[in-house]
Antibody, heavy 119, light 107 residues
């Protein structure tokens, strides 16, 4: 059973870096899948942040690309997201996800973690 | 690329619910549907327009043609009450796109 679990601070100060980690269990992160991040601000729709492959290849949203860094740690079977220079608009429920080999279909989601940007 | 869903759909138990996802020539794309219940991880319920993952009831089905994709839930049960999101990969921008989501209420 594939499971994904997000972790990270629930509160981040404006201008700081938001850092989240997603631990994958029941499945090797080195398999032929893309791993990614989705967020949903309060009262708004789902927004795709980006995907990373275990080799380090990345697709990311053009609107966030300049502030997003993603990485994979195969030894810990986990992947991470860093979002720099956050503001209140980055307050959201953040999900980690698994996608198929082509990236077209998201087939597993984490439960989500709420991150609030506030001083 | 924009996907448009109705904000809400209501249906009585035992009836059929249809949730639409509109997009320009969406019939040329592969559409996937996700179900999200409060406090739970979202679940994929339909992929590649009309395929059901293991464990998803046969009551869930999908179709996709022209400018509209549709998620159909037959013989709706109270447990089907949830938010439903359509999702595509937009190959013109290498970007995942979601619909705004539809809240299904089972009356």
């Amino acid at each position: 059973q594939v499971q994904l679990q997000e972790s990270g601070p629930g509160l981040v100060k404006p201008s700081d870096t938001l850092s989240l980690t997603c631990v994958v269990s029941g499945y090797s992160i080195r398999n032929n899948n893309w791993w990614g991040w989705i967020r949903q601000p309060p009262g708004k729709g789902l927004e795709w942040i980006g995907y990373i492959y275990y080799s380090g290849s990345i697709y990311s949203s053009p609107s966030l690309q300049s502030r997003v860094t993603m990485s994979v740690d195969t030894s810990k079977n986990q992947f991470s997201l860093n979002l720099t220079s956050v503001t209140a608009v980055d307050t959201a429920l953040y999900y980690c996800v698994r996608s198929g080999s082509d990236g077209y279909m998201i087939d597993y989601w984490g439960q989500g973690t709420l991150v609030t940007v506030s001083s | 690329y924009v996907l448009t869903q109705p904000p809400s759909v209501s249906v009585a138990p035992g009836k059929t619910a249809r949730i639409t996802c509109g997009g320009n020539s969406i019939g040329t794309k592969s559409v996937h549907w996700h179900q999200r219940k409060p406090g739970q991880a979202p679940v994929l319920v339909i992929y590649y327009d009309n395929k059901r993952p293991s464990g998803i009831p046969e009551r869930f089905s999908g179709s996709n043609s022209a400018d509209t994709a549709t998620l159909t839930i037959s013989r709706v049960e109270v447990e089907d009450e949830a938010d439903y999101f359509c999702q595509v990969w937009d190959s013109s921008s290498d970007h995942v796109v979601f619909g705004g989501g539809t809240k299904l209420t089972v009356l």
